[in-house]
């Protein structure tokens, strides 16, 4: 069992920046970050490799940037340059097999952003 907790999230003006935190009680091989926005289905952000690797969805791309620190089994998500778009419940999850989707076991309570314009 991995348990995961999110914080950071909160209110922020467009083009203002957020960093995320998730403490994960144990490392595993993938972790990555999802969003839900009201009446929308789950997307994926961000994603990275025990190794380092990351991969972004393209509506991020240039602007969030996903790390982690395996020594503090900690994973980040810094979002720079945000938009009202990006207004959403963010959701930590590892995985321990791969970064697919259907992976991602583990998930955290949540974190709310919201971005006014």
């Known amino acids: 069992q991995v348990r995961l907790v999110e914080s950071g999230g909160g209110s922020v003006q467009a083009g203002g920046s957020l960093r995320l935190s998730c403490a994960a009680s144990t490392s595993t091989y993938c972790m990555g970050w999802f969003r839900q926005a009201p009446g929308k289905e789950r997307e994926g952000v961000a994603t990275?490799?025990?190794?380092?690797?990351?991969s972004y969805a393209q509506s991020v791309k240039g602007r969030f940037t996903i790390s982690r620190d395996n020594a503090k089994s900690t994973l980040y998500l810094q979002m720079d340059s945000l938009k009202p778009e990006d207004t959403a419940m963010y959701y930590c999850a590892a995985a321990l097999i791969s970064c697919q989707n259907d992976e991602f076991k583990y998930w955290g309570q949540g974190t709310q952003v919201t971005v006014s314009s």
């Open positions: 990275i490799t025990s190794y380092g690797s990351p």
